[in-house]
């Protein structure tokens, strides 16, 4: 037995999208770019797609292009914006996805942008009267990047917020909407972002592919070059049955959105419960119980004689989880997420994430193993 509790990381592929996918990748072979039958027949389903996208964010097809994953559309956002746009200054905090803060150190350290990190409230959320006082300086064109849904704790965004104030002082907006696409509504034509970033795989589609949007507002060029797909903003053939779907996988999610987030924002509160029940002592990093992603639940164990082990004993168990963000789960260096919130290094912090094909028979089998784990170690008495 084996339960996937790592949801953040990658989800399963849905079975409606692994089908329509099927029949293009058997049937629909033509390239897009070519003039001929096949390649229109193949033009139009990428397009199709586009406008699916497009509709489901209220913003016009147009605006939308295919990428590789969220990893290329967060960079193709941060380094189009200085390189074209002008931006002298970036804001940005120290807990988002290495995609970001990775790319924006860089713009830094190349002397290509100033960067100001806004401070945090204790639990982790983005101090908004921090990024006021910083967007109030007057020190060039600034881009604003925030994700919307911290992929490590789960924390959400106030995106209307950060947005009023972006359009308040002239800065840019940038949001990386890869954990909470498909989990929450978006309507772009009121809550005015710049550049958001998405990746298929984090909503049962597939993997190697997203979407950036770029509002008609802005006019950037392309960040890979070598050809005249996408409307000349990324050269490349395009991953068409990964893009067909992408936007089958996004509007299942949007069509059953209420009843998903029911189903698994339930067997979050279940855990959460379930755990401060059996084992003392627990504690969950960032703001769990309030203002946070339904998908995702970071728990803080107790020190233990298991703590350094856990994520391998869950294993051991048939549990999938992760130690921090899958990105960087290959590393021997500590969450940076959680160093930016002092958590205490001595217990053992995991992130169990759901999705809509988890149950409650399975969040009741990991309490189990991991009340197992954490049992007080019984005492010897002599004779």
Do not use: W
Request: aromatic share 6%; net charge negative; proline share 3%.
């Amino acid at each position: 037995m084996r339960i996937y509790l790592d949801n953040a990381a990658t989800t399963p592929l849905d079975p409606q999208v692994a089908e329509t996918m099927l029949d293009v990748m058997q049937n629909k072979y033509g390239n897009p770019s070519s003039i001929h039958a096949h390649g229109r027949e193949v033009r139009t389903l990428v397009e199709e797609a586009r406008k699916t996208v497009a509709k489901l964010l209220n913003v016009t097809p147009s605006e939308i292009f295919f990428t590789s994953g969220g990893t290329e559309a967060d960079n193709m956002a941060i380094r189009c914006s200085v390189e074209d746009l002008g931006v002298k200054r970036i804001i940005t905090s120290p807990i988002e996805h290495h995609a970001v803060l990775h790319t924006i150190e860089e713009m830094g350290h190349k002397g290509k942008a100033i960067v100001e990190f806004v401070k945090l409230t204790a639990n982790g959320h983005i101090d908004l009267d921090s990024l006021e006082e910083l967007l109030k300086k007057e020190e060039g064109k600034t881009l604003v990047s925030l994700m919307y849904a911290n992929n490590e704790i789960g924390n959400l965004l106030d995106t209307d917020a950060v947005s009023a104030l972006c359009e308040k002082y002239g800065a840019l907006f940038h949001c990386d909407t890869v954990q909470a696409m498909g989990h929450y509504p978006l309507d772009l034509q009121k809550t005015k972002i710049d550049f958001i970033a998405c990746a298929a795989h984090k909503f049962n589609g597939p993997k190697g592919v997203g979407f950036i949007y770029i509002s008609n507002r802005n006019r950037i060029k392309p960040l890979i070059t070598g050809g005249a797909q996408e409307r000349n903003m990324r050269g490349g053939t395009e991953n068409v049955y990964g893009i067909i779907g992408l936007a089958k996988a996004l509007e299942i999610s949007c069509e059953h959105m209420e009843e998903k987030a029911a189903h698994i924002s339930g067997l979050k509160n279940y855990m959460i419960r379930r755990l401060e029940e059996e084992i003392p002592g627990i504690e969950f990093n960032g703001d769990a119980k309030g203002r946070s992603l339904y998908t995702v639940l970071n728990v803080s164990f107790p020190p233990s004689k298991v703590s350094d082990m856990m994520l391998f004993k869950l294993d051991i168990e048939g549990i999938s989880a992760s130690g921090g963000s899958a990105c960087s789960s290959g590393s021997d260096v500590g969450s940076h997420v959680l160093g930016a919130l002092g958590v205490d290094s001595k217990r053992a912090n995991v992130r169990f994430s759901f999705g809509k094909f988890n149950t409650k028979e399975e969040i009741d089998y990991v309490i189990s193993k991991l009340k197992e784990m954490h049992q007080p170690a019984e005492t010897s008495t002599l004779n």
